[in-house]
């Protein structure tokens, strides 16, 4: 079978099944006795399995079979759950990943055999059980024949089901009128790659020929593939069980079909018989035998068949880049129609303006639309963290507890990508660095197990994230002392530094104040590349601390790459556009109550004394002529206030970032270009890198 | 090998074919802020934003004086999708070269600027500095 077509599918539902067996594997080993918890990590397995072997990858399937195993002597409560355990399976998960990448990059699984990991496994069986062959021929069921009286009984699952109230009313019903009542239980193909799909085309045949009362799982979990790869049904037919299983049978991929009749007790029948007739005779429900057949079965059966939730479909992130070109292009055009307008007299063309207005406004919600589509749950990204964290407490020996809220928050796709590297240096730094060891915790009477918070909201148009610790805090004066070593600043300098600016040191590249070097992190490369990454991504990083209370970094992002809002300004002749996220506010000032402290200009701006920067200047822009009025931005970053000084006020846009491209370097602060309405090209200023 | 053959000054100069991807008039350019010298600023060509070079001042000759003639070639110098615009003061037409009518020169070590040369190629009584246009838009 050629399955090349279905390795992207493939490599996808992996990606998920393996997320979610770390994720329950956590849980499992908190909660060892959480039956659902090993339900859903046997189920996982189990489609992991039945996955890589249709995909040809032997190696994988070998070792989830064995991981399986174990799972399902778990399921069986024959083994119990332990640290070792836990740790295996991790391993064999972590190998498993590594299968994935390999089949990624190449389309093979390569050669590695993990045969410790197996070896342990096995060890893990024998110790629990005395033998393993048990449940090694329990996870392939034996795959022949079809017959309807088959000796082996545990096939017959229907017959375990247990019934509702209605449902054996309609079989008490239909035994009186002499139909047949038929349980069944449906093998399907392991390597079937549609099961859900299966599952469906059979139900349609044997609706053909009779009426489905009750399904087990729910027709909506077969539907969502919520089983393994068998299901059982009860039918109301006038057939018998072997040609029900011949019906069944036509469809393809299925292996195996066993039924028998399905029959109350007597006494039950009479009891049923009896309420029926009460039901009948009665006048709220003057139903017909038909009618009252239908309620019980028919209905909950048409419903399930309109698929219900999830509807959602993949697409190709690069379609969606193009579709944001596409609007990017989209407002440019609007921008120079409306820059067009501004040529024309509103009084004689309304219409125009009508349109034009109109037009706005389909753009904006056509580019907020377009934006949502590319925006990813940041779940995404912090799943791998608890599983990270366990790892990290066991190698460092510290104890240590995640807690994470806020997953829901939704960012950009293109900064779910980038911002997972980041994220994982802060926990890393926060569980190393942050965290004290136990002994030192129980010391300082604080709780021995530490807490990390990963917590993520949105707030107005950007996206925070924070982590944050409950250890030992940032020492400023170890900092100090280590900048001043390292000749970073003179001790004047730093004496004469707030905590905060002394905090920031630690952003600075090669500066880690880690005395030793472990290989989670200290080697001092650490701060610099998450503050530069975020930074590129348009966000912002900043360190809170207070020692021997914790540490919070605060990350803020914005919520769209693209398009943002901009205050268009002039310098001299040269227009500029600053991101509206950071003004605070624009003065009309006086040169006059611009004063020189220190050799800087500073402005008084009610109490606050702000320093005042000459964008001109800074930009090289020609000299513009002295104003005795002066357009004052303030800018803010963090509780950092400044105010850029312009020689005009243009107005507030809507622009789309573009590149400068690779070729030509900028000054540090040009963050990018953008088109204006008139085809001209203005620079994106980044404030940010200013303060 | 087909060259565009360019005018700067009374010199002529050949871009390899190959490079460009279109010649587009004088444009209005943005200054970008400390970029190198040799840059003029960027470009909106067709909604994409273009770095343009001034060609003269990276060879180190006098700064161009714009007219009527003045053309903006659009190069794309590597595989990957960005453009450079380089400015000449005038498009001529495109040439064949056999290959022996190229010759490579033999350019002293320290003359920094003759590396932006790929060969001097003979049409007619011409000669023709065939531009190493790697070189010339590489950092």
């Known amino acids: ?691 | 090998m087909q060259i565009i053959d360019v005018r700067l000054g009374n010199d002529l100069y050949g871009i390899e074919i190959k490079y460009v991807n279109s010649i587009i008039v004088m444009q209005s350019i943005t200054r970008v802020p400390k970029s190198q010298p040799y840059y003029l600023g960027v470009i909106n060509l067709r909604g994409e934003i273009v770095p343009v070079m001034s060609l003269r001042r990276r060879l180190g000759l006098e700064d161009d004086v714009f007219s009527s003639s003045t053309r903006i070639m659009i190069i794309k110098p590597d595989d990957s999708a960005e453009s450079v615009g380089l400015i000449v003061d005038e498009v001529n037409e495109v040439l064949t070269l056999a290959e022996e009518n190229i010759k490579n020169i033999n350019y002293d070590e320290k003359d920094s600027k003759a590396v932006f040369s790929a060969g001097i190629g003979k049409f007619g009584n011409d000669l023709i500095n065939i531009l190493n246009i790697p070189v010339i838009i590489g950092k």
């Open chain 1, 1 to 691: 079978m050629d399955v090349s077509q279905y390795l992207e599918i493939f490599i996808e539902e992996t990606k998920e099944h393996l997320q979610s067996l770390n994720e329950h594997i956590l849980i499992l080993e908190k909660e060892p006795e959480n039956e659902a918890t090993i339900n859903e990590i046997f189920r996982a397995a189990h489609s992991l399995k039945g996955m890589a072997g249709t995909m040809g990858y032997q190696k994988m399937q070998r070792l989830t079979h064995d991981m399986e195993n174990v799972f399902s002597e778990i399921r069986n409560g024959k083994m119990k759950v332990t640290s070792d355990l836990i740790d295996v399976l991790f391993k064999g998960l972590d190998a498993l990943e590594n299968y994935l990448v390999n089949i990624q990059t190449d389309g093979t699984e390569g050669d590695q055999e993990y045969s410790d990991i197996i070896d342990a496994l096995k060890q893990i069986l024998d110790k629990g059980l005395g033998n393993v062959t048990v449940s090694a021929e329990k996870a392939k069921p034996d795959s022949q024949g079809t017959t309807a009286v088959s000796e082996n009984t545990g096939k017959f699952k229907f017959k375990a089901l247990k019934l509702e109230e209605h449902e054996k009313k309609a079989i008490a019903k239909a035994t009186s009128l002499n139909l047949n009542v038929v349980g069944m239980t449906i093998y399907i193909q392991e390597d079937c790659v549609l099961k859900g799909a299966r599952a469906f085309m059979i139900n349609k045949v044997l609706e053909e020929h009779g009426e489905i009362i009750k399904l087990y799982p729910s027709a909506q979990d077969l539907e969502d593939e919520k089983f393994d790869f068998d299901f059982s049904a009860l039918v109301i037919t006038n057939e018998t069980p072997e040609k029900l299983i011949s019906y069944a049978m036509s469809v393809s991929e299925v292996k195996e079909v066993v039924a028998d009749y399905v029959r109350l007790e007597e006494k039950e029948y009479g009891t049923y018989m009896e309420s029926i007739r009460q039901d009948e005779s009665g006048v709220a429900a003057p139903k017909g035998e038909k009618e009252s057949l239908k309620d019980g079965s028919q209905k909950p059966q048409k419903q399930a068949a309109k698929p219900i939730a999830n509807r959602s479909v993949r697409v190709d992130i690069e379609k969606l880049d193009e579709l944001m070109n596409l609007v990017s292009e989209l407002i440019i055009a609007k921008n120079s129609l409306v820059s067009y307008s501004s040529t024309l007299d509103q009084q004689i063309h309304t219409e125009f303006f009508d349109q034009i207005e109109y037009l706005e406004r389909i753009t904006s919600n056509l580019h907020e639309s377009v934006m949502k589509v590319r925006m990813v749950p940041i779940e995404t990204v912090v799943n791998r963290f608890p599983r990270m964290i366990r790892d990290l407490s066991k190698s460092l020996g510290k104890e240590m507890e995640l807690y994470m809220t806020g997953e829901d928050t939704e960012l950009d796709r293109t900064v779910i990508d980038e911002i997972g590297d980041p994220l994982m240096h802060l926990l890393r730094n926060a569980a190393d660095h942050g965290l004290e060891s136990r002994e030192d915790r129980i010391k300082l009477g604080k709780n021995p197990v530490g807490s990390i918070y990963l917590n993520a909201y949105q707030d107005g148009n950007n996206v925070v994230i924070e982590v944050r610790d409950d250890g030992r805090g940032i020492d400023t004066e170890k900092i100090k002392k280590v900048a001043a070593e390292r000749g970073v600043y003179t001790k004047e300098q730093l004496d004469r530094m707030s905590e905060k600016e002394i905090i920031d040191i630690l952003f600075m590249p090669s500066f880690s104040t880690s005395s030793k070097v472990s290989d989670i992190s200290g080697r001092g490369v650490g701060l610099d590349v998450v503050k530069t990454k975020i930074e590129a991504l348009g966000g912002e990083v900043e360190a809170k601390s207070k020692l021997h209370e914790g540490t919070t970094f605060t990350i803020r992002l914005p919520l769209t790459l693209a398009i943002m809002q901009a205050l268009m300004v002039k310098l001299s002749s040269e227009k500029y556009a600053l991101p509206l996220g950071n003004i605070q506010t624009v003065e009309h000032v006086d040169k006059n109550e611009i004063k020189i402290v220190n050799n800087t200009e500073v402005l008084n701006l009610r109490g606050t004394i702000i320093p005042i920067i000459r964008l001109g200047e800074i930009l090289d822009c020609e000299k513009s002529k002295e104003q005795d009025e002066l357009f004052v931005v303030v800018v803010k970053k963090g509780e950092r206030l400044a105010g850029l000084v312009v020689d005009e006020l243009m107005g507030q846009y809507e622009i789309v970032i573009k590149s400068i491209g690779k070729f030509i370097k900028a000054h540090k602060i040009v963050s990018g270009a953008t088109i204006l309405g008139n085809g001209e090209v203005a620079l994106i200023l980044d404030v940010n890198s200013l303060i």
